[in-house]
Protein backbone atom coordinates (compact mmCIF):
# COMPACT_ATOMS: atom_id res chain seq x y z
CA UNK A 1 0.00 0.00 0.00
CA UNK A 2 1.02 3.29 -0.82
CA UNK A 3 0.46 6.67 1.09
CA UNK A 4 0.11 10.41 -0.36
CA UNK A 5 0.49 13.26 1.99
CA UNK A 6 -0.24 16.67 0.69
CA UNK A 7 0.96 19.79 2.54
CA UNK A 8 1.67 23.72 1.50
CA UNK A 9 -2.34 24.64 0.45
CA UNK A 10 -3.87 27.79 1.78
CA UNK A 11 -5.56 31.19 0.73
CA UNK A 12 -3.10 33.84 -1.07
CA UNK A 13 -4.11 36.89 -3.36
CA UNK A 14 -4.42 37.01 -6.67
CA UNK A 15 -0.39 37.58 -8.33
CA UNK A 16 0.83 35.44 -4.88
CA UNK A 17 2.82 32.38 -4.47
CA UNK A 18 2.35 28.86 -3.13
CA UNK A 19 4.36 25.61 -2.63
CA UNK A 20 2.60 22.50 -2.49
CA UNK A 21 4.88 19.48 -0.94
CA UNK A 22 3.79 15.86 -1.25
CA UNK A 23 5.59 12.76 0.36
CA UNK A 24 4.84 8.97 -0.65
CA UNK A 25 5.51 6.60 1.77
CA UNK A 26 4.97 2.60 1.83
CA UNK A 27 5.30 0.19 -1.13
CA UNK A 28 6.20 3.04 -3.66
CA UNK A 29 9.27 1.23 -5.49
CA UNK A 30 9.67 1.89 -8.16
CA UNK A 31 8.10 5.52 -9.11
CA UNK A 32 7.34 6.21 -12.72
CA UNK A 33 5.09 9.28 -12.54
CA UNK A 34 4.44 11.61 -9.83
CA UNK A 35 2.05 14.46 -10.15
CA UNK A 36 -0.26 16.90 -9.28
CA UNK A 37 -4.31 17.25 -10.76
CA UNK A 38 -6.88 19.72 -9.34
CA UNK A 39 -10.72 19.99 -8.53
CA UNK A 40 -12.38 23.21 -8.52
CA UNK A 41 -16.38 22.59 -7.85
CA UNK A 42 -18.47 21.25 -10.22
CA UNK A 43 -15.72 20.87 -12.76
CA UNK A 44 -13.67 17.64 -13.64
CA UNK A 45 -10.66 16.93 -11.89
CA UNK A 46 -7.74 18.19 -14.59
CA UNK A 47 -3.80 17.74 -14.71
CA UNK A 48 -1.46 20.14 -13.52
CA UNK A 49 1.64 19.01 -14.12
CA UNK A 50 3.64 15.45 -14.03
CA UNK A 51 7.34 14.63 -13.43
CA UNK A 52 8.77 11.33 -14.49
CA UNK A 53 12.03 9.74 -12.53
CA UNK A 54 14.03 10.99 -14.80
CA UNK A 55 12.84 14.16 -14.77
CA UNK A 56 10.96 15.09 -17.42
CA UNK A 57 7.79 17.27 -17.26
CA UNK A 58 4.08 17.98 -18.38
CA UNK A 59 2.22 21.06 -18.01
CA UNK A 60 -1.56 22.09 -18.27
CA UNK A 61 -1.20 25.07 -20.78
CA UNK A 62 -3.20 27.35 -18.23
CA UNK A 63 -0.10 26.82 -15.85
CA UNK A 64 2.61 27.07 -17.49
CA UNK A 65 5.34 29.39 -17.19
CA UNK A 66 3.72 30.01 -13.84
CA UNK A 67 3.89 26.39 -12.22
CA UNK A 68 7.28 24.63 -11.70
CA UNK A 69 7.14 20.73 -10.51
CA UNK A 70 10.15 19.11 -8.88
CA UNK A 71 10.53 15.89 -7.43
CA UNK A 72 13.31 14.49 -5.04
CA UNK A 73 13.60 10.81 -5.67
CA UNK A 74 15.46 10.05 -2.85
CA UNK A 75 12.81 11.30 -0.45
CA UNK A 76 9.95 10.26 -2.82
CA UNK A 77 8.65 13.63 -2.50
CA UNK A 78 7.32 15.84 -5.65
CA UNK A 79 6.86 19.40 -5.01
CA UNK A 80 4.69 22.29 -7.08
CA UNK A 81 6.26 25.96 -7.35
CA UNK A 82 3.19 27.81 -8.05
CA UNK A 83 3.68 31.68 -8.89
CA UNK A 84 1.44 34.16 -10.32
CA UNK A 85 -1.77 32.90 -8.98
CA UNK A 86 -5.18 33.63 -10.34
CA UNK A 87 -8.79 33.34 -8.72
CA UNK A 88 -9.25 30.46 -11.56
CA UNK A 89 -5.87 28.57 -10.10
CA UNK A 90 -8.82 27.86 -7.00
CA UNK A 91 -9.28 24.10 -6.48
CA UNK A 92 -8.47 20.98 -4.88
CA UNK A 93 -5.34 20.06 -5.41
CA UNK A 94 -4.17 16.45 -5.45
CA UNK A 95 -1.14 14.37 -5.28
CA UNK A 96 -0.52 11.55 -7.78
CA UNK A 97 1.98 8.63 -7.67
CA UNK A 98 1.79 5.85 -10.22
CA UNK A 99 4.45 3.67 -8.65
CA UNK A 100 4.72 -0.25 -7.87
CA UNK A 101 4.87 -3.48 -9.18
CA UNK A 102 2.36 -4.38 -10.50
CA UNK A 103 2.00 -0.52 -11.45
CA UNK A 104 -1.12 1.30 -9.92
CA UNK A 105 -2.17 5.04 -9.53
CA UNK A 106 -2.83 6.63 -6.01
CA UNK A 107 -4.05 9.69 -4.55
CA UNK A 108 -3.77 12.11 -2.00
CA UNK A 109 -6.55 13.35 0.26
CA UNK A 110 -6.26 16.28 -1.45
CA UNK A 111 -5.41 20.09 -0.44
CA UNK A 112 -7.43 23.51 -0.92
CA UNK A 113 -6.17 26.40 -2.63
CA UNK A 114 -7.59 29.49 -3.01
CA UNK A 115 -6.68 32.43 -4.36
CA UNK A 116 -8.66 35.71 -3.58
CA UNK A 117 -8.45 38.82 -2.74
Known amino acids: QVQLVESGGGLVQPGGSLRLSCAASGSTFPIYVMGWYRQAPGKQRDLVAT???????NYADSVKGRFTISRDNAKNTVDLQMNSLKPDDTAVYYC???????????WGQGTQVTVSS
Open 51 to 57: ITGSGRT
Open 96 to 106: NSQCGIPRREY
